[in-house]
């Protein structure tokens, strides 16, 4: 298993493609929590429970004060296409080329597999890891965690 990136630790910057003609860093989103969610693969039945519930559960994302960001290797078609079918209302990102380099930066990639492990960080508005956790590649992880993870991120800076 890979070796996170834990809390404490300034979030890598990255530039990553959103659709087939624009990308999105993380830079851009300095300022406002951000929620990193690498992900297997969009058409993966684990992976489409996980990123169909991160949709519900947006709005109480955003009520933190958090945005959520998807990331695999599948390609900025596949996400667009994923994206539309599923009616996905959030970034879906493709570490594609070259394969996996953010995944790796975060120690989010299964090199034996050739993709993302499923790992969830959480960043505060400073650009630094706030909470990171890696689920077994099986399980939806949910969104319990994250949730938590931000409230205390909220207590953390009052």
């Given at each position: 298993?890979?070796?996170?990136?834990?809390?404490?630790?300034?979030?890598?910057?990255?530039?990553?493609?959103?659709?087939?003609?624009?990308?999105?860093?993380?830079?851009?989103?300095?300022?406002?929590?951000?929620?990193?969610?690498?992900?297997?693969?969009?058409?993966s039945p684990v992976?489409?429970?996980?990123?169909?519930?991160?949709?519900?559960?947006?709005?109480?994302?955003?009520?933190?004060?958090?945005?959520?960001?998807?990331?695999?290797?599948?390609?900025?078609?596949?996400?667009?296409?994923?994206?539309?079918?599923?009616?996905?209302?959030?970034?879906?990102?493709?570490?594609?080329?070259?394969?996996?380099?953010?995944?790796?930066?975060?120690?989010?990639?299964?090199?034996?597999?050739?993709?993302?492990?499923?790992?969830?960080?959480?960043?505060?508005?400073?650009?630094?890891?706030?909470?990171?956790?890696?689920?077994?590649i099986a399980v939806?992880?949910?969104?319990?965690?994250?949730?938590?993870?931000?409230?205390?991120?909220?207590?953390?800076?009052?």
């Amino acid at each position: 298993m890979s070796q996170l990136l834990t809390p404490g630790a300034t979030a890598p910057d990255f530039r990553l493609r959103v659709t087939p003609d624009q990308d999105l860093s993380l830079s851009e989103l300095r300022g406002q929590r951000v929620i990193l969610s690498f992900y297997p693969a969009d058409w993966s039945p684990v992976c489409g429970d996980q990123i169909t519930l991160y949709n519900q559960v947006r709005p109480e994302f955003q009520n933190c004060g958090a945005e959520i960001l998807g990331i695999s290797v599948d390609g900025a078609w596949c996400h667009q296409a994923y994206a539309k079918h599923n009616h996905i209302h959030f970034p879906l990102l493709a570490d594609f080329h070259p394969k996996g380099a953010v995944a790796q930066k975060y120690g989010a990639y299964r090199e034996q597999d050739g993709m993302c492990e499923r790992a969830l960080f959480v960043i505060d508005r400073k650009g630094m890891i706030f909470w990171s956790y890696l689920s077994p590649i099986a399980v939806n992880p949910g969104a319990d965690g994250i949730l938590d993870a931000l409230q205390n991120l909220e207590t953390k800076e009052e």
